[in-house]
């Protein structure tokens, strides 16, 4: 059974990093094929991508956050880390990653994890 | 980036109806690599349909997709209600983009 688990900070203050992990299992990120993507959701808005890596380390990322964003993989644990630097208000919202197979949709999602930036 | 644009923003109908849903974009979406996905209230997103029209793993044969270039559709052929949800249409190129949405609702 595939199945993606985001974790990290429910709170984080204006202008800090947040650093999100999303653990893998039932695939390898080793697998040609397999990449995995970061969509954020605003409480009641729409859905947003902001990256994406692929097995062979490949990277993607959204135009409009590309200053703020890092994705990475670690392998050996299953685990895909986004950091978004310079959190603001608007940046609170729901984190789901999402694995999207090479030339395919994102056809197995996690649970979301939702991140609010206060002071 | 390829804006995508759905239309109705709502959809209200009685169960049984038909629902059909419009997703238009800015231009053409290559390979047909356009998705639908269902997300009901409080739940991640769910992949429907991908490459424009092949229903994903389990999906019920009621929904179903068509189109291309710029022009696609989700039909819902009998509503039920279960399918109460909002419906985001998604181009999965090198840049992803998603939909604003189409809230559809039982009468």
């Known amino acids: 059974q595939v199945t993606l688990k985001e974790s990290g900070p429910v709170l984080v203050k204006p202008t800090e990093t947040l650093t999100l992990t999303c653990t893998v299992s039932g695939f390898s990120l080793s697998n040609a094929r397999m990449g995995v993507s970061w969509i954020r959701q605003p409480p009641g808005k729409a859905l947003e991508w902001l990256a994406h890596?692929?097995?062979?380390?490949?990277?993607s990322y959204s135009t409009s956050l590309k200053s703020r964003l890092t994705i990475s993989k670690d392998t050996s644990k299953s685990q895909v880390v986004l950091t978004m630097t310079n959190m603001d208000p608007v940046d609170t919202a729901t984190y789901y990653c999402?694995?999207?197979?090479?030339?395919?949709?994102?056809?197995?999602w996690g649970q979301g994890s939702m991140v609010t930036v206060s002071s | 980036e390829i804006v995508l644009t759905q239309s109705p923003g709502t959809l209200s109908l009685s169960p049984g109806e038909r629902a059909t849903l419009s997703c238009r974009a800015s231009?053409?979406?290559?390979?047909?690599?356009l998705a639908w996905y269902q997300q009901k209230p409080g739940q991640a997103p769910r992949l429907l349909i991908y490459g424009a029209s092949s229903r994903a793993t389990g999906i019920p044969d009621r929904f179903s997709g068509s189109g291309s270039g710029t022009d696609f559709t989700l039909t819902i052929s009998r509503l039920e209600p279960e399918d109460v949800a909002v419906y985001y249409c998604q181009q999965y190129g090198s840049s992803p983009t998603f939909g604003q949405g189409t809230k559809v609702e039982i009468k």
């Open positions: 999402a694995r999207k197979p090479r030339a395919d949709a994102f056809d197995i």
């Open positions: 890596i692929f097995s062979n380390d490949e990277k």
């Open positions: 231009q053409s979406v290559s390979s047909s690599y």
